[in-house]
């Protein structure tokens, strides 16, 4: 701690949240002391309050991305854009005291009356959260699990409707050069479904050959493999939906009139 050598000199100690003060005289009296919340405190509560109006204004389930393979590229536990509009809020709550153009600024980020905020996009379907079904679910999310540092040849396109909810695993069961204008019957590659005992424990496809056409992983969906070199155990997963969008294809109005 420092000492406080003269009349009215002070300080504070954040570990503790003591204020020390040297006082010559009756401190009641001779002194003024003001005291308020500590800027730590001040910021959780702007960030507390900013994540319960997120939660009010979209009105919609936002989950927690847990569990292995869950999280997002930047391996946060939320949305990107959650995060971004939880934070902007929270800045607006806090800069609003003093400049409320800056804060009137930052909070149109997340919401405005034009609906062009990112909460509004959230709201209306146009971005969706990780966890919303949408048209890409329909047709096939593709996600590289495990690829060999080696490996120049990757699923490049999936195409189809998927006719059930499901996380397919796609594997190469027997490694080597995809050729263009070459016949293939060594590479080979194997799919696997759910089933009533876990997740990707069916076999829907056994060493096939790849062609590099369009060829079947299962629930009604086809996937295409670029040319190059393919590793044994080389792995992906589609992830796969049959439920109607609710995002990436919001409803829009338009006004008709009768003449």
């Known amino acids: 701690m ?10 504070y100690d954040s570990d503790t949240d003591t204020l020390y003060v040297r006082s010559d005289n009756n401190p009641l009296t001779h002194h003024t002391i003001e005291g308020g919340r500590s ?19 979209i009105n919609r389930p936002i989950h927690k991305r847990l569990g292995v393979g869950a999280q997002g590229v930047s391996g946060a536990s939320w949305d990107d854009m959650i995060i971004k509009c939880n934070a902007v809020l929270a800045c607006a709550e806090l800069a609003r ?9 930052l909070q149109s980020l997340a919401y405005n009356p034009e609906g062009t905020g ?9 971005l969706s ?3 919303d079904k949408s048209m890409r679910h329909n047709q096939g999310i593709v996600k590289r699990v495990s690829i060999n540092s080696s490996s120049t040849s990757n699923i490049i396109d999936v195409r189809g409707r998927a006719t059930a ?8 069961s027997a490694g080597g050069t995809l050729t263009k204008g070459s016949a293939n019957t060594s590479v080979t590659y194997s799919s696997y479904v759910s089933s009533s005992t876990g997740l990707q424990t069916q076999a829907v496809v056994s060493s096939e050959a790849i062609t590099g056409g369009y060829q079947g992983i299962g629930h009604g969906l086809e996937a295409r493999w670029s040319y190059g ?16 969008p609710e995002a990436g294809s919001p409803v829009r109005t338009i006004q008709v009139e009768r003449r």
């Not at 420092?2 to 300080?11: K, L």
């Not at 005291?97 to 600024?105: G, I, S, T």
């Not at 990112?118 to 209306?124: A, E, Q």
């Not at 590793?231 to 049959?242: F, G, L, M, R």
């Open 39 to 57: 800027y730590q405190t001040l910021k959780e509560t702007a960030l507390s309050r900013a994540a319960s109006f997120v939660r009010n204004y």
């Open 97 to 105: 005291p003093y400049d409320p153009d800056r804060a009137d600024y």
């Open 129 to 131: 959260m990780w966890h």
């Open 229 to 244: 070199v393919a590793t044994t155990n080389d792995t992906w997963e589609v992830e796969c939906s049959s439920d109607i």
């Open 165 to 172: 909810d499901d996380l397919i695993k796609v594997i190469i």
């Open 118 to 126: 990112w909460l509004d996009h959230i709201k209306s379907g146009e």
């Open 2 to 11: 420092v000492s406080n050598d003269t009349d009215g000199e002070w300080f």
